[in-house]
């Protein structure tokens, strides 16, 4: 019997992005159905987000941040004012932390809802996919009430927030986890036991604690392998030790893992909104700052907790109004190195499921 002859090809899967403007692609060399290699080409439509801050204040830098991963914006803000506000040794009102700490959990929800539903939706399910994002409408419109915009929300100064929550809007937060629980469970209903989806993802894409340190992975894409590692456990900022919060892993490292580890992290930041919002004083949102922020001259590091991991800022300072140099640690972009070890050896079909599990936003890439 003759031997079939194969040839490699080359083939382009993307851009991998909603208007398609090409700021990520994957080439694949495929043989037959199987993926022999995998290159990520991140595009060129970079912003330089961080030369346009060395001709910025500080306060001008936060809309920047809304960008750089438009589905959690919230959680960008936080990450540029810790920063200076912890250069500068600032005291931040307790009101204000409340706040933030709302804000930002609720951003994580509403970003870990977009994953939830387009990644179901790439595996061919679509009634997760209306579900997931009628939740996140409905923080959506909390967002609105309280910074006027819907999606690149820039709401933290430094020093507190721009103003206060209008009336009722922390009791309609309330309102809204006791509501989402109940949706969660429709989801675990829905999903996590479905034989197809089951048979997408377990097993697939899977690698170890060590691999994912050594490939400097963050967030959920380390902890799905078991290593038990979250900034605001690990190292506490802002007002984070006060709440009671599991952190939660995986084992496998698998998409299976990935995607509970977002199911889970949406029930842990719901426990931390409610009590955040139970525990909300009375009080100003903005502490006494400088009219004109000034870094003191040295060399700067803060980390937050980021939605898609650790989300850090190094800034070096002259002692001006403005930065000398900023440079972000943007979880995608990081997270993004390991694709082409995930994909070598996985079927075709298999690639969705693989890059949609790696959860990266381009905005973080391509900043």
Known sequence: MAEIRTEELLMNIGPQHPSTHGVLRVVVKVDGEIIRDAEPVVGYLHRGTEKLAEDLQYTQIIPYTDRMDYLASMVNNHAIVNAVERAMDLEIPERAEHLRIIVVELNRIASHLVFLGTYLLDLGAMSPFLYAFANREKITDLFNRICGARLTFNYMRVGGVKWDAPEGWVQDVIDFINHLRKEMDMLHDLVTGNEIFLERVKGVGAYDAETAINYS???????????????????????????????????????????????????????????????????????????????????????????????????????????????????????????????????????????????????????
């Open 217 to 367: 992975l963050s967030g959920i894409n380390l902890r799905s392998t078991g290593f038990n590692w979250d900034l605001r456990k690990n190292k506490p900022y802002s007002i984070y030790d006060r709440f009671d919060f599991n952190v939660v892993t995986g084992k496998n490292g698998d998409c299976y893992d990935r995607y509970m580890c977002h199911m889970e992290e949406i029930v842990e930041s719901m426990k931390i909104v409610e009590q955040a919002a139970q525990q909300i004083p009375d009080g100003p949102v903005m502490g006494k700052v400088p009219k004109i922020l000034r870094v003191p001259a040295g060399e700067y590091y803060s980390a937050v907790e980021g939605v898609r991991g650790e989300l850090g800022l190094y800034i070096v300072s002259e002692g001006k109004d403005k930065p000398y140099r900023i440079k972000w640690r943007r979880p995608s972009f990081i997270n993004l190195q390991i694709l082409p070890k995930l994909l070598e050896g996985q079927s075709m079909s298999n690639l969705i499921a693989v890059l949609g599990a790696v959860d990266i936003v381009l905005g973080e890439v391509d900043a």
